[in-house]
């Protein structure tokens, strides 16, 4: 899915970044080679990170898109 969407906008994954509070959608992401930001909500912080997450927020308020600029770029 991940994967489908960067195509859909035209851009390689490594210029993506996902947010999501799974550890099997942060897996997806790292698998896709986009930048994993994990939502602490239906997973603990812990479990997030081990699934691979770039960064482990507990709350949306928490990014800014400088903030997830710098993720892609480290990430690329």
Do not use: N, Q, W, Y
Not at 11 to 35: H, K, Q, Y
Not at 43 to 69: C, F, K, N, Q, Y
């Amino acid at each position: 899915v991940f994967l489908k969407a960067s195509a859909k906008l035209g851009l390689e994954p490594r210029r993506c970044a996902v947010v999501e509070d799974s550890t099997a959608g942060i897996e997806a992401a790292v698998r896709a080679g986009m930048a994993a930001i994990a939502l602490v909500g239906t997973a603990t912080r812990e479990a997030l990170a081990e699934a691979g997450a770039d960064l482990v927020v507990a709350s949306l308020r928490e990014l800014t898109p400088d903030h997830i600029s710098r993720l892609i770029d480290r990430a690329a």
